[in-house]
């Protein structure tokens, strides 16, 4: 049985230019929803981005795809992709811009997901490469609560 259950989010994350050198965290908390299919858990929301040169912020609509061991995200708008997070397993891909698109690859470090339909966990540490070259070290740690009764 599937359900659709409205969560909030809370998502933390910090990168590594190089070791030593971190950037500030960024901390966002938003709305979004969790449909629940046998141990596998989407869940959907959406993050706006800074404005553009013209001074219009830019949404993209974010779907992970949840399961113990392994997480799919994918990015739609402006500036889409898809990524999957595996430990110990690269992942190549793009990462489409409207200036043209660039070649990336995650390596991840670290994947753990605790997922029910009331709360969820998941934690990710990985590489990422663009066009063949070291980018950064990111960690990621995403939470969801349901938002209202779990039916």
């Known amino acids: 049985m599937q359900k659709d259950i409205p969560v909030l989010v809370t998502i933390a994350g910090r990168s590594q230019d190089y070791p030593g ?22 869940l959907y929301y959406q993050e706006t981005q800074p404005e553009d040169e013209k001074g219009r912020p830019s949404t993209q609509n974010i779907t992970l795809q949840m399961q113990p061991g392994r997480v799919m995200m994918t990015r739609a708008g402006d500036f889409g992709t898809s990524m999957v997070f595996i430990k110990g397993q690269r992942f190549e ?12 690859a995650v390596y991840a470090t670290k994947v753990n997901c605790k997922l ?36």
């Open 93 to 104: 891909g793009a990462y489409h811009t409207p200036y043209g698109n660039l070649g990336m």
């Open 21 to 42: 050198e971190d950037e500030e965290p960024i901390r966002v908390t938003t709305t979004g929803r969790l449909s629940v299919s046998g141990s596998q858990y989407t």
């Open 116 to 151: 029910t339909p009331e709360h969820g966990t998941v934690h990710l540490q990985y590489q990422l490469d663009m066009q063949g070259s070291y980018s950064a070290l990111h960690e990621l740690s995403l939470e969801y609560a349901a938002n209202g009764p779990v039916c």
